[in-house]
Structures are given as structure tokens and as C-alpha cells.
């Protein structure tokens, strides 16, 4: 079994994580490989070189320690290699874990249920495979192309506070400066143009730490979930946004969902984050591969 820790997730507030799962699970009698690096990228390489070795799938998981940056580590190492992936939640935002009942902050928790999980059938469920330009990347939870990713962005490039409060002051500082994009999309092969606050492809319910932005979305059901949201004024856009967060959205006249398969968002000057992590520049494409990640659960 191979577990792969990231030691600065939650801002490093939870550094023993990794040592708490890997010894519950060593203790349940598996053998236990520890990946450890001092930052993403390296810690990337080598969780794909170890699945890579992986001769007998059936007989080898994945176990990532840390948030939703985690997670698209181990599904983009796992996708369609039948080898399953379990999650020990402790980063900030969680939301997969928080999707699929995995209890937050609690390591040895999440571990004896991934031991349980070991007993049984893996769970399958879809993936979304996102193309962007000659690059190819999974996602599991959401691509987001509006204003929670320009957030994120900003957020990404600031060097203060070391905490979560360095999200809180990038969504203060994008709402005083953000303009609703003009898009051009692709819907299932169908063309729109229209501006937007918002545009997030999902393939679970939440983003960003408990955005319930698609809260009918299933991650078996063969599709992904579409939302948008119009273009409105600053006051209307702060008293429509905090909605989202308990699923009380979904009503209102600027948003949209809809079931698609597979979607093509193009506009200027939008950059598009998939399950936390930088994609790029639009364009991009989503398309849902039904199937595609076993899960631990």
C-alpha cells in the first residue's frame, strides 16, 4: 500500500497525520509505503513512479494524506488503473472526503475505514478528464472557470497570512474588482455565448472548502453538472453568494445547472482550477469517463 503524505496541508497544523494512518493501517497487517517529499511536484513524480511498479492492481491501493490538492494527486495517478484511492482528509478546504463520508481532521479515523474499505469492493465512480491544450489532467470533483477560481488564484500568489484567512482576504480583495467574463461554450455540442459570475463543471456537490454548488450532483451517475451563474450587480452577486454554501442556490434566476457529458468553456483572461489546482488559461474541455477511479470508502 502505498500513502502519500503532504506535511504542509491545513497549513502544516497537522504534521503527525501521516505517521497516525500509515501506523493503523500498518497494524491492520498491510504493508505500508511511505511517500514523502518536500513539495508537490516531487511528491507527484514519485506517487506516479510507485503506482507505476504496481504489477497485480488488485492487490495495491493508493492512500493520500492531506486536502483536495491531495486527492487530485492520487486520481490523477490512479485514474483508470483499477487500483483504488483512499483519502485521510486534513487540508482545508476537503471536499471529496466530506462527499464521500470520510471524517475530517481525524486520521486514524479515516484510516480504520479505509481498513474496512480494504474488506470489501472498491466503489467506482466517474472522473472527469479535462484537456487543456496538449495537456491532459483528472479531475473528481469540480473544474471552476469564474470567480471562486479567480479567488483561488489570487489567493495562490499571496505570501500573507500563512492560514486560512489568506482565502478569506482573496475573496474580499476579487470582489472589489472583478467583472463577470464573456464566455463562449460548448455544451454537449451545442454553442452559447453569455457572461457569467460563475462557472464551475462538477462531478460532486461542493467546492472550495463547502460550496454545495451542485448539490443533485452523483459521482456514478455517467454525467457531470453544469453551473452557472449570470452576470449581476456587486450587492446582488454579496447577497446571492453566501447561498451557495448551504445549497440554497438553486432557485434563484441567475443560476443554472444542468446534466451534460462533456463541456468547452473559452474566455479571455480566465484562468481555470480543477479540484484546487491550477489548469490554466482558458480554454479547456470536460468530458465525463464514467468509471474511471475506484474508491476506498
Do not use: C
Not at 95 to 121: Q, S
Request: aromatic content about 6%.
Amino acid at each position: 500500500m502505498i500513502v502519500a503524505i503532504n506535511p504542509t496541508a491545513a497549513f502544516g497544523r497537522h504534521h503527525g497525520a501521516g505517521a497516525a494512518a500509515s501506523e493503523v493501517l500498518a497494524s491492520a497487517g498491510h504493508t505500508v509505503i511511505e511517500v514523502r517529499q518536500p513539495n508537490y511536484e516531487l511528491l507527484r513524480r514519485e506517487v506516479e513512479r510507485e503506482v507505476r511498479s504496481v504489477s497485480v492492481p488488485g492487490r495495491a491501493a493508493l492512500v493520500v494524506v492531506g486536502g483536495d490538492g491531495m486527492v487530485s494527486l492520487g486520481v490523477n495517478a490512479v485514474a483508470e488503473t483499477g487500483i483504488p484511492l483512499g483519502v485521510i482528509p486534513v487540508g482545508t478546504g476537503n471536499d471529496t472526503a466530506r462527499n464521500i463520508g470520510m471524517p475530517i481532521g481525524d486520521p486514524a479515523a479515516a484510516a480504520e475505514l479505509i481498513v474496512a474499505a480494504l474488506e470489501r469492493e472498491s466503489v467506482s465512480v466517474d472522473a472527469g478528464r479535462v484537456t487543456h491544450g496538449l495537456h491532459t489532467t483528472w479531475m473528481l470533483g469540480a473544474l471552476s472557470a469564474g470567480f471562486d477560481a479567480a479567488v483561488n488564484e489570487r489567493a495562490n500568489f499571496m505570501s500573507w497570512p500563512n492560514s486560512e484567512r489568506r482565502y478569506t482576504i482573496a475573496v474580499v480583495r476579487e470582489l472589489l474588482t472583478f467583472r463577470a467574463p464573456h464566455y463562449r461554450v460548448v455544451v454537449d455540442g451545442q454553442r452559447r455565448e453569455f457572461q457569467a459570475m460563475l462557472v464551475a463543471v462538477a462531478n460532486h456537490t461542493s467546492i472550495g472548502g463547502g460550496m454545495r454548488i451542485a448539490p443533485a450532483a452523483e459521482m456514478d451517475d455517467g454525467l457531470l453538472d453544469l453551473f452557472v451563474v449570470d452576470r449581476m450587480s456587486r450587492p446582488r452577486f454579496l447577497r446571492v453568494f453566501p447561498k451557495v454554501f448551504k445549497g440554497e442556490h438553486t432557485e434563484l434566476p441567475e443560476v443554472h445547472l444542468e446534466k451534460v457529458r462533456s463541456v468547452r468553456i473559452e474566455a479571455a483572461g480566465v484562468v481555470a482550477y480543477a479540484d484546487g489546482e491550477r489548469v490554466g488559461p482558458l480554454p479547456v474541455e470536460v468530458s465525463v469517463v464514467p468509471g474511471a477511479v475506484r474508491l476506498l470508502q
